[in-house]
């Protein structure tokens, strides 16, 4: 029951943001999502010798190509991510002999530019194309359908486990009906409530997504399994932490916005 009113409340903030906040809050909020979601990253995989005291510059450098979104400009991301990037070689090495495992260090935080940071940066991105609002909405349903039906089949259905190593819970049957219930869910929003969207398009890119979001689950499950932690973290009742929620919608919309590109 905690988990469902959790779920109930995420969710209805997440629908009124998209609905109705004007592009710079709908900025400080991915800002304030990246930099809990960075924070979460920090503390289950950087904790050997030395890498705790750096955690203050690992935040301020991977939090760039986010705060450079606010620009609304691409190019400006990458140069941001760019910039962050180097900021953690520099780190490295002038920490150097403070650390217990320095290559380790480098390989982690590097790795955080791009997930979450710039995964993250692509949100306002998505934001401000034309039907971008429908679009990340149509993104969460395919996120939570996907979850959802994949889960409900594997409780029912799974016999075929898709990643033991990972992830045990998880089946091949279970993916298919994740996929099958997102494709169902993006159908039936399409035709009822985004009438200017392709339906075709959407089934399409919603079958391409789920995948992703499949994917997005098992990286972070990745991160977990080799930090030995169960959740990211502990804000939130019944789910863990922000990358535990997020980790499906981390891909997805990133995705999204590049095949909304390749589409025009």
């Known amino acids: 029951m905690q988990r469902i009113l959790t779920g109930v409340v995420i969710g209805i903030a997440w629908?009124?943001?998209?609905?109705?906040?004007?592009?710079?809050?709908?900025?400080?909020?991915?800002?304030?999502?990246?930099l809990l979601a960075l924070r979460e990253y920090?503390?289950?995989?950087?904790?050997?010798?030395?890498?705790?005291?750096?955690?203050?510059?690992?935040l301020a450098l991977t939090m760039l190509p986010v705060l450079a979104a606010v620009t609304g400009s691409p190019a400006l991301i990458g140069a941001a991510a760019m910039a962050a990037l180097a900021g953690l070689i520099l780190l490295t090495i002038?920490?150097?002999?403070?650390?217990?495992?320095?290559?380790?260090?480098?390989?982690?935080?590097?790795?955080?530019?791009?997930?979450?940071?710039?995964?993250?940066?692509?949100?306002?991105?998505?934001?401000?194309?034309?039907?971008?609002?429908?679009?990340?909405?149509?993104?969460?349903?395919?996120?939570?359908?996907?979850?959802?039906?994949?889960y409900y089949a594997g409780t029912?259905?799974?016999?075929?486990?898709?990643?033991?190593?990972?992830?045990?819970?998880k089946t091949v049957e279970g993916l298919l009906g994740g996929v099958l219930a997102g494709l169902t869910v993006t159908g039936l929003a399409t035709w009822l409530?985004?009438?200017t969207?392709?339906?075709?398009?959407?089934?399409?890119?919603?079958?391409?997504?789920?995948?992703?979001?499949?994917?997005?689950?098992?990286?972070?499950?990745l991160l977990k399994r080799g930090a030995g932690v169960k959740d990211s973290g502990r804000l939130l009742p019944g789910h863990g932490g922000i990358l535990d929620r997020i980790d499906s919608l981390l891909l997805v919309a990133p995705l999204l916005y590049y095949l909304l590109l390749l589409g025009n």
Do not use: N
């Open 15 to 34: 629908l009124l943001l998209l609905l109705y906040a004007p592009p710079l809050l709908f900025w400080s909020v991915i800002c304030l999502l990246a």
């Open 42 to 58: 920090g503390l289950i995989l950087l904790v050997k010798g030395g890498e705790a005291g750096l955690r203050p510059l690992f």
């Open 94 to 150: 002038f920490r150097y002999a403070g650390l217990t495992d320095p290559h380790g260090f480098l390989m982690r935080s590097v790795f955080a530019v791009f997930y979450p940071a710039l995964l993250l940066a692509h949100f306002p991105l998505l934001m401000a194309m034309p039907l971008g609002r429908e679009w990340l909405i149509i993104a969460g349903l395919i996120a939570v359908a996907a979850d959802s039906g994949a």
């Open 156 to 169: 029912t259905l799974g016999r075929h486990k898709l990643c033991p190593a990972l992830s045990p819970g």
């Open 193 to 195: 409530f985004f009438p």
């Open 197 to 221: 969207i392709s339906l075709l398009q959407a089934l399409l890119f919603a079958f391409i997504l789920s995948l992703a979001g499949v994917v997005g689950d098992l990286t972070e499950s």
